[in-house]
């Protein structure tokens, strides 16, 4: 089922010294000699409805990506790391015609079939309306993640989190979600109530939550804000990992970009954090190993794995 099973290594390592930053460091064969723990993570964006591949005729994708392939390669995954988080960063329905006949219902249950841990939402995940969504929601046994939506006077309230703690190999893992402004961008008529928050101030009430009170070893973001942009005015995952702190890792989403490799920017403290994204239409998946000492100093090594 997986058209190309090679996995391309896209990035050296770097290494994290106390928490909530990364700094530059000898490379992961030094750390995982002596390493305690390994967590994998695994993610996508902007899948948009593929369920099956782009077809053979395709200019850019042909034969590319389907939720069939995308699971032999998670489950494989899994079976060599069974620590292994599952992560999308939004814009899950939209875009083929499986979206406009089942509304988000096929996407909602394959997610499902995988075991997909959370997500966060997308603009395009409004397009049957607030409550098209709400409809959906039974057939995710996933989290869906936003810190920054307030739906308390909408159909929505209560159906998210801000976030969620993972335990995995005895590592807390925090995982909180960030979606874009839709005024502007969604019809009006399509989120409703729905109240967008400044995702810098949630982002970093959220990431001092993690750290402090819910005590994670890693703080990842799950964002549908867009990689970057000319316009220093518009918050993006670039500019959110400045303006902040506590974050190890962002999974973006929005903009379709696809990175060959994780960017590594400056946060607020002037430690390091990762920012990763990988394109659309679910032809590949990302993968970020995180590797822990018994002093939780932790080293990452990405890869892009084919679909």
Request: neutral net charge; charged residues 20%; glycine residues 10%.
């Amino acid at each position: 089922m997986i058209r190309r099973t090679f996995i391309k290594q896209t990035a050296a390592a770097t290494s994290l010294v106390g928490l909530g930053g990364l700094t530059m460091s000898m490379g992961v064969d030094t750390l995982s000699r002596k390493q305690k723990k390994h967590i994998t993570i695994l993610h996508t964006n902007d899948v948009h409805s593929h369920v099956e591949p782009f077809p053979s005729n395709d200019p850019k994708y042909a034969n590319l990506g389907g939720a069939a392939r995308r699971m032999g390669v998670i489950t494989a995954v899994r079976k060599e790391n069974p620590n292994t988080l599952l992560l999308d960063a939004g814009d899950i329905f939209q875009g083929t015609p499986y979206f406009n006949f089942y509304g988000g219902e096929l996407e909602f249950k394959l997610m499902s079939m995988m075991g997909y841990d959370a997500a966060t939402i997308g603009n395009h995940d409004f397009d049957n309306g607030i409550g098209g969504l709400a409809a959906q929601m039974p057939n995710a046994s996933f989290e869906l993640l936003t810190a920054n939506y307030d739906f308390s006077n909408t159909i929505m309230d209560g159906l998210t989190k801000p976030y969620k703690v993972f335990v995995k190999d005895g590592i807390r893992i925090g995982v909180f979600g960030l979606g874009i402004e839709l005024n502007g961008l969604v019809n009006k008529n399509m989120f409703k109530e729905t109240k967008y928050l400044d995702p810098v101030e949630m982002a970093t009430d959220t990431a001092n939550t993690l750290r402090q009170k819910e005590r994670c070893d890693i703080v990842i973001c799950l964002s549908h804000l867009g990689y970057e942009y000319r316009s220093k005015d518009i918050i993006s995952d670039v500019a959110l990992a400045r303006k902040t702190e506590g974050i190890d890792l962002i999974i973006g989403g929005h903009t379709h970009t696809f990175l060959k490799k994780p960017t590594i920017a400056q946060n607020k403290s002037g430690k390091f954090v990762l920012i990763n994204q990988v394109g659309w239409g679910g032809i590949n998946l990302g993968r970020i190993d995180f590797y822990l000492d018994d002093a939780k100093n932790i080293e990452s090594r990405s890869l892009v794995l084919d679909i």
